[in-house]
Each structure stands twice: as structure tokens, then as C-alpha cells.
């Protein structure tokens, strides 16, 4: 199908942007990457009456570091973060994530602020960004707000954003020696929309702390199995306080139904999307125990 008509305009700063936002109108949409944007508009789902280009703001691009926190622009592409060496560093849950997204095309262009506002329930880097405990910086003509990550994503593709705002840039609390972080999927081929997918961080107790190696403040987060990012707060509370260990595993997978009630869709039955579930928290859990071992 061929795209609707629509004007054209491009900001170069956040103070242009918001002018030329609020003088398009309602039907005016934002355009970074525009990986899912100029899908939408070629299958007509999406018909704006104004196309704001945003690419040539480079207040929202670039990776930064304070003491704590790892600051990343919208802008980034995933091409980009997952090139990052202070990404590596800081957070390297994100550069696991980035090979999994899509083709290398997409990731060429898509930006982590647009996968970020876009919300699919199947993408990776909504499910990080949970996992992380991240902080989504939206910003309009009126101010900057903050905005938890496990507070963003708030249905099916919709999110805590507000008429005339946008993500600017994401903050993730910089990852010491002692955090472990994974994230898997399954899906039928390489690229394709995951059938289930799983992204999860802890911190393992260290030099005597509580009990030498347990694990501590564990993050959970389930992908493609709901309308967004799913914690599973039980089976965090099962694994949580312990060392790591195939019985704490089990225990963690036998309560995983108490947190999800995944929808059955094209790739599969909600019973199949379970056992999924349960099969990726093992994955992602097992190599740090034999780590430990070969360690010990």
C-alpha cells in the first residue's frame, strides 16, 4: 500500500520541536529511526497530518556517565549501544539484548527512545529496561519528567506518555562487580518476533554479606508472553535471599504461574507460552551456578 499524505518538518532543537508540535496539532507524529513509524504509515495504521523529523537533535544522542548513573539518549540506535563500550561496562544487559533485536538493518536505524515509546509487548529493550530498574526522562513544552521504567509501559503498545511529550533520554543505574544480568529468547527464526523471551538481573552477595552468594534484589521480567514487560515478582521472591542453586531454580519456576497468564496468539497456546517461560528462567539461571562451581 502506498503511504497517506502528510506535511514534513524537521526540528533541530527540543524548543523548535515543541513549537512545531503544538502548532501541527494532535495528528502530528514524532519521527526518530523511523523503523516502526513508516511501517505503520505504509499499511495506513497510521495517518498523521505532520511528520515531525527529530534526527537532528544532538542534545538526544550519545551515551554519558555520572558517578552512578549511565545516561543514554533517545536517539541512540541499537546499533550504537550495543557498540558502546561504556554500555559494556555499566550495563551489559543492554549490549546482550541488542544482537537479538530485529535485523541488522533495523538496528541501524531503530533508536532505543522510539523502540522505548513504541511499547511492543515482544521487544527486548522494554524488558531490559525493567530489569534494570531504569528511569524514562519524558520532556514537553511545560517541563522534564521522571518516570520509573516499571511505571512506563501501561497496556498494549501505550505507555505513561503524555499528549505532546517524549523520551529524551533513559537513566540505568551503573552495574558494579557483584550484578549478574541475561537476557533470552525464543523465537522460530533468527530476527523473527519472540514466542517468549526473558531478561533478568540480581546482585550476588559477596565477601560475607548475608550468605556468601545469595542472591539479592533479583528482577524477573518476561517478554512476549502479555501486553508489555511482565515481572514475576514470586519468582523473585523464591530465588531471593539464597545462593543460586538448581532446587532455588525449581522452586522459582513452580510458582511462575502465579505471575503470568500469557495470551495464546499465532506462535502458540498460553500452555505452550508457560512452559516457554519456564524453560527460559532455567536457561538464564543455570550458567551462573556452574560458573560458581567451576569457580569454587
Known amino acids: ?23 501541527a496539532g494532535t495528528e502530528a507524529r514524532v519521527l526518530a529511526g523511523g ?7 505504509a499499511f495506513r495504521l497510521s495517518e498523521p497530518s505532520v511528520l515531525i523529523d527529530i534526527s537532528a537533535i ?7 556517565e555520572t558517578q552512578d548513573i549511565l545516561r543514554i539518549g533517545a536517539l541512540t540506535t541499537h546499533a550504537d549501544l550495543g557498540a558502546n563500550g561504556l554500555v559494556a561496562r555499566y550495563a551489559p544487559l543492554l549490549t546482550k539484548a541488542v544482537p537479538l533485536i530485529a535485523h541488522a538493518a533495523i538496528r541501524n536505524r531503530g533508536t532505543i527512545g522510539g523502540s522505548l515509546a513504541y511499547a511492543d509487548p515482544a521487544a527486548e529493550l522494554p524488558a531490559c529496561m525493567v530489569a534494570l530498574d531504569a528511569t524514562i526522562i519524558a520532556q514537553s513544552a511545560g517541563g522534564e519528567r521522571r518516570i520509573p521504567a516499571s511505571d512506563f509501559f501501561t497496556g ?6 503524555e499528549e505532546h511529550e517524549l523520551i529524551t533520554a533513559i537513566e540505568v543505574p551503573k552495574a558494579g562487580p557483584d550484578q549478574r544480568a541475561t537476557i533470552l529468547e525464543i523465537a522460530r527464526r533468527s530476527g523473527d518476533y519472540a514466542m517468549a523471551g526473558i531478561a533478568l538481573a540480581y546482585r550476588q552477595a559477596q565477601d560475607g554479606a548475608v550468605q556468601d552468594g545469595a542472591v539479592q534484589a ?6 512476549g508472553v502479555g501486553d508489555g514487560p511482565v515481572r514475576a515478582v514470586n519468582a523473585e521472591m523464591a530465588m531471593s535471599g539464597a545462593a543460586l542453586t538448581t532446587a532455588s531454580i525449581a522452586a522459582a519456576q513452580a510458582v511462575l504461574a502465579t505471575d503470568l497468564d ?3 496468539d499465532l506462535h502458540g497456546s498460553p500452555a505452550l507460552k508457560m512452559q516457554l517461560c519456564r524453560t527460559l528462567l532455567a536457561r538464564a539461571l ?11
Open 58 to 64: 544532538a542534545s538526544l544522542k550519545g551515551v554519558t
Open 35 to 41: 523503523q516502526t513509524l513508516l511501517a505503520t504509515l
Open 218 to 223: 533479583p528482577r524477573v521480567v518476561f517478554f
Open 286 to 296: 543455570t550458567p551462573f551456578i556452574l560458573s560458581e562451581r567451576t569457580a569454587a
Open 156 to 161: 498494549l503498545l501505550t505507555t505513561a506518555l
Open 1 to 23: 500500500m502506498k503511504m497517506p499524505p502528510f506535511a514534513y518538518a524537521k526540528a533541530h532543537s527540543l524548543p523548535e520541536l515543541f513549537s512545531l508540535w503544538t502548532n
Open 262 to 264: 500469557p495470551p495464546g
